[in-house]
């Protein structure tokens, strides 16, 4: 059980690094969907 919490500890954490990296990224491509959505 023990790997089992050291290998979630480490996904968490490359999951927020991916996130503090591609947040901006992922903030404009979220925009310009909704801006495509409106356009219709």
Do not use: R
Request: hydrophobic fraction near 60%; aromatic fraction near 8%; charged fraction near 10%.
């Amino acid at each position: 059980m023990v790997e089992y919490a050291l290998l979630a500890a480490l996904i968490s954490i490359v999951a927020i690094g991916i996130i503090v990296l591609l947040g901006p990224y992922i903030k404009d491509l979220f925009e310009d969907v909704i801006n495509a959505l409106n356009q219709t």
